[in-house]
């Protein structure tokens, strides 16, 4: 979850011309980042050759 002073150094990198929902975008691929690295961090991830399969199931 994102901290307020994260939202807050978002808000100030964006254009000035940025519309709200170029705003709320950004904070949720922020946001996406952040958990994917935490994923990371926890060794909560899937292999090359795992993708792959779960892929070849789901395409049948």
Known sequence: MLL???IIE???KMPTD???ED???RIIFI???EE???DVDLNNVVNE???DNLI????K
Do not use: D, F
Request: proline share 0%; no cysteine; net charge positive.
């Open 18 to 20: 940025a519309t709200t």
């Open 10 to 12: 978002t808000i100030e």
């Open 31 to 33: 946001q996406k980042i």
């Open 56 to 59: 070849e199931k789901w395409s």
């Open 49 to 51: 050759s795992e993708v």
């Open 36 to 38: 994917g690295i935490k």
């Open 4 to 6: 307020k002073k994260q």
């Open 23 to 25: 705003l709320i975008e």
